[in-house]
């Protein structure tokens, strides 16, 4: 659905997008992440026919984003950062606007918003002018403008930015039930939002794309690293004995905690599952084990991993 | 050609579903009806052949209209969209560029001729109450109502184009009036200025807006300052929309 090769944007004296490429299936949900000014907008300005790129091809559906605009721009939903409205409308007067902008005849776009404001649940505020509604109502009537023409591909910039977490939920259960019929780009910077809604993660840093699996892999490929915690009630100098004799064991760390017991972090040698194995020498040893857990890395780890050398020039 | 209207109509609601809209046309009706209370004080003094609209046209109030309500119109074509970022909306559409100038540029001009309307009422009161037939016939009023138009077009065309350049709407205000009162200096230069055959006095004879508007209210339609009116109005349009166009530019 969406190809991209060799994208750069460069804005006076500045490289937003540095010579990226992606491709996105279709009715796939994918996630943008990435930081504040990691280039996420820019790529979805360029995609939504809005600014050319500087250099790099983007196609939608085959078709060439700069010179077949019009054509691509029938087929896509563009919400923008900030979802901009005009607060002076009412919810369905708005609608049909844009509905009958983006070439529905008056029939038609009649019932693609009566479609659509059932969908995004506005049925209730359709008299309302759009200045008054709550920030959520405001941010569903965004998502029904992108919504309305019935596009192939919606793009959403940050659609849940400033929402309470009810109101999270609502947005997130709406975009997740377009997959399958719609392919869908979304940018965030929220984690969990990615985690839970996206079949698949491309992280920016800085213009360039530097990750991009499922989120499930993007997991497995760090779970090398993941830690096994346990809590032992022993002897200090048994356990450290015991850890520095365990192969397995790459590195350790102790914290007592409350009685005879000690919390022991221990990294293994190749990733290797060392649960059995401290199982094995706690009953060996008669030593009592009350937690016994392997950390898994969020998405938050991997993104705080993927994109720390910036973080740390920043600092 | 439905999306143009729609557009039009969009850009309509906004200037009378608004506040602001009607303050505009208040303050026009106002100095309009100032300009004719001095003007009916004039009339009773001193009796005189002149047509009404060709003495209305005289007063500063005239060009103060002119010269103040069309950056007030057209200030937030353009600005307030870029401000509020629904220009990335609207211009993500199917809209074309030139259908966006054309649609804000049209509004504002509808606008601008509804704001002129209660001129006619003062003119009707003058007519009713000197019973002077003579002094207000339909030649000199429409051709009144052409000069106002075409005035009209420039100015707000004019203002399209200021709008255009930035996001603030204060900015686009004041460009337009720096632009309006300099045009509107250059027909004072051309009043200053010996009538010679140098070029350069005849080109800014083109740009006397003051003898123009006077044969307008006279009933007397140049074809010169017609054809002067409708180009310089394409010429900022023009450039309006390659402002437009301009973010697709490489």
Known sequence: ?315 | MSIFLTLFRRELGTFFFSITGYIIIAAVTALTGMSFVVLLQNLGNDPTTVPVTEMFYGTYYFWLIILLSTPLITMRLFALEKAAGTFETLMTTSVGDAQVVLAKFLAALFFYMVAWLPLLGCLFIVRHFTRQVAALDVHTVGGMYLGIFLIGCLFLSLGCFASSLTRSQMAAAMISFVLGVGLFSLGFLALALPASSETSTQVIAYFNLFNQMHDFARGVVDTRSVIFYVTTTFLFLFLTLRVVESRRWK
């Open chain 1, 1 to 315: 659905m969406i190809e991209v090769s060799n994208l750069t944007k460069r804005y006076a004296g500045r490289t937003a997008v540095n010579d990226i490429s992606f491709t996105v299936a279709r009715g796939e949900i994918v996630g943008l992440l990435g930081p504040n000014g990691a280039g996420k907008s820019t790529t979805m300005r360029v995609l939504s026919g809005f600014m050319p790129a500087t250099s790099g091809t983007v196609r939608v559906g085959g078709l060439d984003v700069f010179h077949d605009s019009d054509e691509v721009r029938r087929r896509i939903g563009y919400m923008p950062e900030n979802n901009p409205l005009y607060p002076d409308m009412r919810v369905r007067e708005y609608l049909k606007y844009r509905a009958r902008l983006k070439g529905l005849g008056w029939k038609k776009s009649r019932d693609r918003v009566q479609t659509v404001m059932e969908q995004c649940g506005l049925t209730d505020v359709g008299r309302r002018v759009i200045g008054q509604l709550s920030k959520g109502y405001k941010q569903r009537v965004g998502l029904a403008d992108a919504l309305v023409h019935d596009p192939e591909l919606i793009i959403l910039d940050e659609p849940t930015i400033g929402l309470d977490p009810h109101q999270i939920r609502t947005v997130r259960a709406l975009i997740k039930s377009l997959a399958g019929k719609h392919t869908v780009l979304i940018s965030t910077h929220i984690l969990p939002e990615v985690e839970m809604m996206c079949g698949r993660v491309l992280i920016m840093l800085d213009g360039r794309v530097v990750a991009s699996d499922t989120p499930e892999n993007l997991q497995r490929r760090m779970a090398g690293g993941s830690q096994v915690i346990a809590e032992i009630a022993a002897p200090e100098a048994d356990l450290r004995a015991a850890w520095e004799n365990l192969a397995e064991v790459l590195q350790y760390d102790l914290t007592p905690c409350e009685g005879e017991f000690f919390r022991c972090a221990l990294t293994p040698r190749d990733g290797k599952d060392l649960r059995p194995l401290v199982f094995a020498l706690a009953r060996q040893n008669g030593w009592a084990l009350r937690e016994l857990t392997r950390s898994r890395h969020s998405l938050e780890d991997i993104y705080v991993q993927v994109t720390k050398p910036a973080t740390e020039e920043a600092e």
